[in-house]
């Protein structure tokens, strides 16, 4: 079945025609979601209950269930399952499935793991789809269970060691891997295991599949991992040598058992030395501290992901994600990696990605303060069944024809069908800075084109610590507005330079992963550099649509600290991760560049101090060049029209 037959038609969503949406709102369907991936997500309200969303329920509850969810802090955008605690049982008194509740499956080291098993009402064995989420497990009436259970599957969730009613410490990332197996292994012995054990979820659920996969279970045949991760360390606490705060510092904090309200969180956020950062909360989460010691790739890590040996996977995975995602990145290199090493040939044929417009809940049409049309729309969880259909049940439900890479192209707002990642057909194009020196302070100097730069001034600013650039949309999960937001405000601040094209005379798509050349020198031995791609409308309005950071220290790799000497020019790489979008005839493209974007990552006390030892923040005086001889550029990937 081709991918567009799965696409809802409007009919379907009709509920939600009405539906308005606040700033930095997210909308998902359930269904989408591949529940329960977030029908456990955020769960965390059981240890961090005070923190409360705005939620919109449905006056029905169809499968797959529909909701609208506006949150009114950006703090509680990272609770948005929460609903699902909410809603009242979909199924009659007498489940048509078998349940058994908190069946103890035992690890390798004799800890206990708790799990909830859904079983058809039926004889024989079956294909069995697992789960295992730290975010608590649903009960014994619950409607993804009837789905499954009658499509002729059964279902198992477990909670993670430590939490719910498993043994053991709850240590995130740490045992997920050797768990994971462990518990593969346990049910594909079970006499209503036919042998064929295919994963599903979200987010960290998402994670948990990732973590095991390269063990091999010979159960293990297939993975749906959402918006997921593979390796914690450049995937999820550090990027271009910054550290994800509010990421790490927020989630971390939630599921550590700490209840916190925006202004709690904004409060905690400034917090200094880093590395004491978990000591403030009662009781101490000391893993937080723990993150911020080992700011090298170490054995800590090591044990808290998968590696980089993508050799040993050999099952097919289908990874759902979208631009505006935490993941978006890792999203798309997990199945590129496998694709390319993978010792196994069926693996390395049917690795898959859909990409849409979403945060961290896919399916729906609006994200941040955009709205991407009723196409935007997908049904995640039908896909799924279909992918589960064909892979563990034998089906023909047209999986084999589904292309390897389904991008959702936004400003054109349609979805494509592709072969490849980059694709083949790019142009990478190069936009070159320039200015009069006044790209801080003129909104009509700073300029971006494909001439080479000739002699020019330079552009200067001040970064001081304590007064961030606030983060203002992009792909965010807790602490900050997420998703597309436009940016006026932020541009209009002196330590934000922005450089931008004359309206477009022809539209210019762009799809693939964003990259920048900055040459740049500061009077600090070690400071931020950010750079934002940002899509201007015709009104003058302008959303971003990815960014990126690199740390002075780090400008070589992570492995490689190396401070800078003042007033030395130096040259930088950005990563910017990825997009697809289309900047329309009469937009603009431009680039923002400054050296915070808080509390997305820390803010870079200026001193070139060993990290997380800061008590104080310094101001660092920043000199951008863009001359023949420090071509600062921003690299696109152009698709061109056919």
């Known amino acids: 079945m081709p991918l567009q037959s799965i696409l809802p038609s409007p009919n379907l969503h009709s509920d939600f025609h009405s539906e308005r949406w606040i700033s930095g709102a997210s909308e998902c369907s359930v269904g989408s979601l591949i529940s329960p991936a977030f029908l456990m997500f955020l769960n965390i309200l059981k240890c961090a209950s005070k923190v409360k969303g705005v939620m919109k ?124 197996f462990d518990t593969q292994e346990w049910v594909g012995g079970q006499s209503w295991c036919n042998g ?131 993941f978006s990145k890792a999203t798309i290199d997990l199945v590129d990696q496998v694709r390319a090493s993978s010792d196994d040939k069926l693996a390395r044929r049917n690795q898959f990605v859909v990409m849409g417009p979403w945060a961290h809940g896919p ?13 935007a729309r997908l049904d995640p969880a039908q896909l799924q069944m279909e992918w589960f259909q064909y892979w563990l049940r034998d089906k023909e439900t047209g999986v084999e024809d589904w292309p390897p890479y389904y991008l959702f192209v936004m400003g054109s707002n349609q979805w494509r069908a592709e072969n490849e990642w980059p694709l083949k057909r790019t142009q990478w194009t190069s936009f070159y800075l320039h200015s009069d020196g006044r790209a801080g302070s003129v909104s009509s100097d700073g300029l971006l084109d494909t001439q080479m730069p000739g002699t020019e001034s330079n552009d200067v600013y001040t970064y001081h610590g304590e ?100 007033g030395s020019i130096v040259e930088y790489e950005l990563d910017l991760w990825v997009t697809s979008n289309v900047f329309l005839r009469g937009h603009r493209i431009r680039l923002e560049v400054s050296s915070s974007n808080f509390p997305r990552y820390d803010r870079n006390p200026n001193s070139g101090l060993p990290f997380g030892t800061d008590v104080k923040l310094l101001p660092a005086h920043q000199t951008i060049y863009h001359d023949a001889a420090h071509p600062s550029h921003l690299k696109l990937p152009v698709i061109p029209s056919k």
């Not at 360390?233 to 705060?245: M, R």
């Open 196 to 326: 064929k054990i295919g994963t599903s979820g979200g987010s960290y659920v998402g994670w948990t599949q990732w973590a095991s996969v390269a063990q091999g279970s010979s159960y293990l045949k297939t993975m749906v991992p959402t918006v997921p991760f593979g390796n914690v360390f450049n995937e999820l606490a550090y990027d271009g040598g910054a550290y994800q705060l509010a990421l790490l510092m927020g989630w971390g904090a939630a599921v550590g058992g700490v209840a916190m309200g925006p202004e709690d969180m904004a409060k905690a956020y400034a917090f200094l030395p880093l590395q004491e950062f978990g000591n403030q909360f009662k009781p101490k989460v000391t893993y937080l501290n723990d993150w911020i010691k080992h700011h090298r790739y170490d054995d800590y890590w090591r044990r808290r992901g998968i590696g980089y040996d993508f050799s040993k996977v050999k099952v097919p995975v289908l990874n759902i994600g979208g631009w505006f995602d935490i």
């Open 467 to 566: 007064h961030p650039v606030p983060t203002t949309g992009g792909n965010n999960l807790v602490g900050a507005p997420i998703g597309p937001m436009d940016q006026n405000e932020v541009e209009k601040r002196p330590d934000v330079l922005t450089y931008t094209t004359s309206p477009l005379k022809e539209s210019i798509e762009v799809t693939g992963p964003v990259k920048m050349t900055l040459f740049a020198a500061s009077s600090a031995r070690d400071t931020d550099f950010t750079a934002k791609l940002v899509d201007v409308h015709p009104d003058g309005k302008a959303y971003n649509l990815c960014d990126g950071i690199v740390r002075a220290r780090f400008r070589n790799g992570m492995d490689q600290a190396m401070l800078i000497e003042p």
């Open 363 to 375: 399916g729906g049409r609006k994200t941040g303060q955009l709205d991407f049309g009723e196409s």
């Open 57 to 180: 329920l449905q006056a029905s509850f169809p499968l797959p269930f529909r909701f609208s969810f506006a949150y009114p802090n950006a703090f509680s955008g990272i609770f948005f399952s929460f609903f699902l605690s909410l809603l009242p049982p979909v199924l009659a008194e007498d489940v048509p499935y078998l349940f058994e509740k908190d069946v103890m499956i035992p690890m390798r080291d004799g800890t206990r793991l708790a799990a909830n098993i859904y079983k058809p009402n039926a004889k024989g064995s079956f294909p069995v789809i697992l789960m295992r989420t730290p975010y608590g497990k649903p009960g014994e009436q619950w409607g993804e269970a009837t789905r499954y259970t009658v499509a002729g599957f059964a279902m198992v969730v477990q909670d993670c060691r430590g939490r719910g009613l498993s043994e053991g410490e709850w240590d995130p990332f740490r045992h997920d891997s050797d768990d994971g």
